[in-house]
Structure formats: structure tokens, C-alpha cells
């Protein structure tokens, strides 16, 4: 939006993942060998969520605040993650063995990973960093206002 523009980071990453998703779906091709590619895939999404998430962490971390971020998908996150767990837990119990977790390398570190950010994200936003509060309204966070004078947008 704007003049936000991607940065020479993000254009990296995603060529190089771009790339070797192209190579491996090329070397799959000829002998069909499809789980193996489901198999990378998954591992280029538990590398892309790492990525995905870690910025966030060091933000807030950074900033010593979460002011202006939403936890509400964080909490649908965490319970998707946990949910996850469970169906995994679920088939198990129902066909007496452990593959599905071990089966499935990546849905079974997606889930650790999903559930381990969001515990993080959790705790930054509830215990390390709470919203303070203004004294007379407890209903609103106080967050910093800066005034600007219209005329060349500059803080009065």
C-alpha cells in the first residue's frame, strides 16, 4: 500500500523457494514420484512458516509491545494447531500405531511449530508486554499521538 514496497529479502526468499519447488517438481515428474514431492513441499512450508513467524516474534520483542497487533488470529491458530494434534491423536488411538506422527513429518513439525510461535506470541502479548491502560479509561489502550500541523504533514 502506498509506497510500501517488497523488500530485497522477501524477493530472495521466495525466488529461491519458487526454484526448488520448479527442480523437484521436475525431477518428480518422469518417475512419478509424487509422495516424495508432497514430502519437500511440506518441508518448504515448515521452513516458510519459520520465516513467516520469527520477524513477528523479534518485533515484539524489539519494541518491548505488541500495541497494534492482533491476538485474535494467533488464538485460531494455536487452536488449529492443537486440533491437529488431536485428529493425529485420535487415528492413532483408533489404528493402534504411531505413523500418523511420525508418518507425516511435516503436518507433525507444522503443528509443533504452529503451536511453539503462538504460545511465544501468547506470552509476549500477555505477560511480557501488556497494553497499558490510562487511568480513566480502562476500555482503550494508550498509545502515543502525534499531531500534525496539515499543511506539509510535519508533528506540531
Not at 61 to 84: A, E, H, M, P, Q
Not at 126 to 154: A, F
Amino acid at each position: 500500500r502506498g509506497n510500501q514496497k517488497v523488500s530485497k529479502v522477501c524477493i530472495s526468499i521466495s525466488a529461491v523457494v519458487w526454484s526448488a519447488a520448479i527442480v523437484c517438481l521436475i525431477v518428480a515428474w518422469p518417475k512419478s514420484n509424487w509422495l516424495w514431492l508432497i514430502d519437500v513441499f511440506n518441508s518448504i512450508q515448515v521452513a516458510m512458516t519459520t520465516v513467516k513467524y520469527i520477524p513477528q516474534a523479534v518485533m515484539n520483542f524489539r519494541r518491548k509491545s505488541t500495541v497494534g497487533w492482533s491476538i485474535g488470529n494467533i488464538l485460531l491458530d494455536l487452536t488449529g494447531g492443537v486440533l491437529n494434534f488431536g485428529q493425529m491423536g485420535v487415528q492413532s488411538i483408533d489404528q493402534h500405531t504411531l505413523v500418523n506422527f511420525y508418518g507425516n513429518i511435516g503436518k507433525t513439525l507444522l503443528s509443533l511449530e504452529t503451536v511453539f510461535f503462538d504460545v511465544l506470541f501468547i506470552i509476549q502479548h500477555y505477560v511480557l508486554y501488556p497494553v497499558k491502560r490510562d487511568e480513566n479509561d480502562s476500555e482503550y489502550p494508550v498509545l502515543p499521538v502525534q499531531v500534525k500541523d496539515g499543511k506539509d504533514g510535519t508533528a506540531v
